[in-house]
């Protein structure tokens, strides 16, 4: 499997621009999770889904973040509008609790540079 | 509120030698409590779980305690080598079982 795939892998855009993230989970995976990580506040959940279904998105900072899964294969978070602030690393990770096993499969992450 | 803790600093050890890392966590109860290594540059990746019911879990050189009792997890690395140098988050589950927390992590650098 190629693991869970994330595009872009680097983004610079200036503030006030829209940003969109995209990743791909394992196949066979139903839960995918979205992360960011800055070096002060270290790697931060932001929201999860399972089956598709956004379950908790009480990280999610403030209402110009936003998330879909719109089927099992592909998943987005988008930023409008954007703001130095959000400059980050993002990961998406996804995990499946078949056979009773919660690790979480990480992504190579998307840094994010907001001007 | 819930809070977990790594040491902030750099460990620094020489190739051979053990490492211990220490993860300690307070206003949580959690079932199961996992570890990541992570390079520059790269998304964690998953070392070992452990489950609440359990004190110790090994693999290969690598050992992870769990005292529910002080709130705290070991990760034991034995016989380290300069490739064991990455930075390693602990991750407690909460509110769910896929829910995970990470602490800051801790950086080890092992020396030749």
């Known amino acids: 499997d190629a693991g869970v795939i994330q595009s872009p892998r680097h983004e610079v855009t200036e503030m006030g621009q829209e940003v969109t993230l995209r990743c791909k989970p394992i196949s066979g995976h139903d839960y995918l999770f979205w992360y960011r990580q800055t070096m002060m506040r270290g790697l931060e959940l932001l929201i999860y889904f399972n089956n598709n279904v956004p379950i908790d998105d009480s990280g999610m900072p403030e209402d110009r973040f936003s998330a879909k899964m719109p089927n099992a294969s592909f998943s987005t978070l988008k930023i409008q509008p954007s703001e130095p602030r959000d400059s980050a690393v993002y990961f998406c990770a996804s995990s499946t609790t078949s056979g009773g096993r919660y690790e979480q499969y990480f992504g190579p992450g998307t840094r994010l540079t907001v001007t | 509120s819930q809070k977990i803790e790594q040491n902030s600093e750099a460990l620094n050890i020489q190739e051979g030698k053990t490492a211990t890392l220490t993860c300690n966590y307070t206003?949580?109860?959690?079932?199961?409590l996992q570890w990541y290594r992570q390079d520059p540059g790269r998304g964690p990746v998953f070392l070992l779980l452990i489950r609440e019911n359990e004190k110790e879990k090994r693999k290969e050189r690598l050992k992870v305690t769990f005292d529910t009792t002080l709130k705290q997890s070991l990760f034991h690395i034995t016989a380290s080598q300069p490739a064991d140098s990455a930075t390693y988050l602990c991750a407690l589950v909460s509110g769910g079982y896929n829910k995970l927390i990470f602490g800051a992590g801790t950086r080890l650098a092992v020396h030749p």
């Open positions: 206003n949580y109860s959690p079932a199961y």
